[in-house]
């Protein structure tokens, strides 16, 4: 009998999840703003026609207004042909994860270097955890609406159908990393 949660308890386990994601979130962004920081004496590395500084909690470049910010290394990045810029200019993105796996550090930097008008997190697949949250995949993308789906797999692999993205791989964030300063290096 103890293997079953009443609605209550499941109702619960989502204000607590969703408390740990936002402190998460927050906790992030407060990282984010120390990088300004300091950048003057840090260690510098031209990547893509754009010079990272490594804070010592990520490597921050400008593009002209554009601030970037990625965790890994420039030297670690592979590049990733997609080109996502028209993704800025959609009515809605849809980020499409399976809460139970390890995407939040991938979500939040695609939060923060791409300026998307509306964004709302769905579910590619449907699970306990995904029972408020919308099921969207590659086709719901319109020429309006955008899916981006972020998914752990044992094979790397970061393609583009319409105004679908597809990234998938074992290191969400390396790989997200490499899209975002593969798209960054083109504007």
């Known amino acids: 009998m103890g293997r079953f949660r009443t609605k209550e308890q499941v109702v619960e386990r989502k204000k607590k999840i969703l408390t740990v994601v936002v402190g998460i979130f927050f906790i992030f962004l407060m990282m984010m703003s120390a990088l ?12 893509n026609d754009l010079k990272f500084a490594n804070t010592g909690q990520g490597w921050v470049a400008y593009n ?4 970037i910010i990625i965790w890994t290394s420039p030297e670690e990045l592979e590049t990733y042909n997609v080109d996502i810029s028209s993704f800025e200019s ?11 796996e390890d995407v939040r550090y ?13 964004v709302s997190v769905a579910c590619y ?17 319109t020429p309006y609406i955008g899916v981006i789906v972020l998914k ?3 094979e ?3 393609y583009l159908d319409g105004n679908c993205l597809t990234i998938e791989g074992q290191d969400l964030l390396k790989i997200v990393d490499g899209v975002v300063v593969e798209n960054e290096g083109r504007q």
């Not at 300004?36 to 990547?47: A, M, N």
């Not at 991938?106 to 998307?116: C, I, Q, R, S, T």
Request: aromatic share 12%; charged share 30%.
């Open 156 to 158: 790397t692999k970061v």
């Open 152 to 154: 752990e797999a044992v």
């Open 125 to 141: 697949e449907d699970n306990e955890l995904c029972s408020d949250m919308p099921l969207k995949i590659c086709e719901d993308a």
């Open 36 to 47: 300004y920081y300091g950048l003057d004496d840090t260690e510098k590395i031209v990547y």
């Open 90 to 100: 959609l009515t809605k993105i849809y980020l499409s994860v399976n809460p139970e």
């Open 106 to 118: 991938a979500l939040n930097d695609l939060y923060n270097n791409f300026e998307f008008q509306s």
């Open 64 to 67: 002209g207004d554009d601030k």
